[in-house]
């Protein structure tokens, strides 16, 4: 435990709104419980996700940068966490691109003053994930301390996803050996969910794709590489895929159902943000943690495993 | 890991006797095998700037072909016809027939950045996918893609309004593709949360559709990102040689 990242900006973006409403509760009220603030950025706006970037990568960037301007001049937080891959991303993106590429700057600064804000400027916030900022602020210990429902008997995978680790480039803190994060085994969440007392199962495919750009424009292709995932994590004895992003999460839970539907293959994981799962560790009940509102319903496995 | 070989001897080139016999000699089957000769001419030398002008394409010349993008990537592992290596070398060589009979698989990369993050070179192979599809739909050879429709409806949303609403974008894109927004796997999902969703939640998530969701003071923001869009797009198209008036 430290002092760092007690008091984060929280940039929740669009799914946090939406789908990802169970993301957002949870990460409020687990923040609530340990003490720590979140003070959400005024104003912001959507990141562009994966999708601005192919129409123009610097308007995409523009996005992420007026987000961070914000931070900057109006709240005077120097660190602003994204529970989001996709938002997390954009905004590390805009951060490397500024500070690498003249022609960011340039776009940035030109669009910031016509649209009458500061410009963002390379190395005024840092950007950090819910996983990071958990991690540091809290810590393994810190878990262990505080745990009231300890997640002993329940068998995790913990999924990544593409964004919080591609491209590397991106990610400069990461592989820097020691505890640092690893862009090819990512541990943060494996950390923090085993200090909560689950037991964490060796899963191959924590970083593989679901799809997610492509759910609605591919849906067989997003099928096939969410039924993947799930089988896998079946084989390797999960009972819960653990989740640490909105899109991956409501990707694995629309197309599972939609495996099901459709071509008639049943699997059996829930699918659980990593902060619902250690606020019930923490004592917080399900409503609470807003797991009614996963389309996933997990409620059963918990009534069993003694968590709800 | 293996390495994904390409051959570039197709079936139709390759003749086989069953049955033939040159100067007494049997040369049936096998011994007979013969590739047609192949005669390219029709080159398009400007096809590596074209590509390197859209979005996502400016490192391609970086590519020295070595297949990591196409040995971690995603959808070829689904399809070894999709080739990001393959198309980049065919792309550097301006061979754009060959390319295009692969067109319709250019828009399926799903973003997953295992390219990027594997290539030695720095050529953001993900962002060349990208620009690969946007070159083949702004010089008529393909549609609008499924993906460049999300893209186009996700986009607009933003610039509108600052956010988006992910109701509006479902439908806004099932009604730009022409599909029917009753999906029977789309509507089992809603009703497996409307079982152990409380009423008053249902209410509010239903209403959020009903009222976007806004940046304030969004406006100046539009306009500059209008501006720029547009200036984008007549480069472009400039780089294609097309007209730069008629738009998308
Ligand atoms: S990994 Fe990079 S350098 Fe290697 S073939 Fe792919 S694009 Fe070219
Ligand atoms: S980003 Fe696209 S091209 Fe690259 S590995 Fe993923 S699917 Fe393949």
Redesign the pocket.
Known sequence: MSDKYKTVAYYPGCALEGTGHGYNRSTKAVARKLGLNLVEVPNWNCCGAMEVKNIDPEIQNYLSARNLSIVAEKMSIDTVMAPCNGCYHNLKKVEHDIAEKPKTQEVVDRLSQKAGHASYQAGEVETIHALDWLKEAIGEDGIRERVKNSLKGLKIANYYGCMYTRPRNIFPEKDQGGDSESTYQPHYMDDLLRAAGAEIVDYPLKTACCGGAHTLADSDTSTKLVLNLLQTAEACGADVIATECPTCHSGLEMHQVRAETEFGIKTSPKMLYFTQLLGLALGLSRRKLGIHENVSDAKELLKQKGLA | MPIHEKSLIRPEDLTEHEKLEIDGVDVSGHWSTFIETRVVSDYNERMEEEIAALPGGEY?H??????????VCTVNSLNPDFN??YW??LARMGFEKELLRDKELLWQCVSCHK?TH??????V?EG?MKAMATWAELKGHTGVSPSAAFDAEFTEQIVATGKIEEGRIIRGFFKRTGQPLRQPWLLEMSLRLARHLPILMGLKMMLATLFRPRTRDWGKSEAAITEYLAERETANRRALNLDETAGR
Request: charged share 15%.
């Open positions: 391609i970086r590519c020295f072909q070595c297949s990591s993008c196409t040995n990001p290596r980049i070398y390219c594997a290539c030695p070179r720095d050529v192979p060349v």
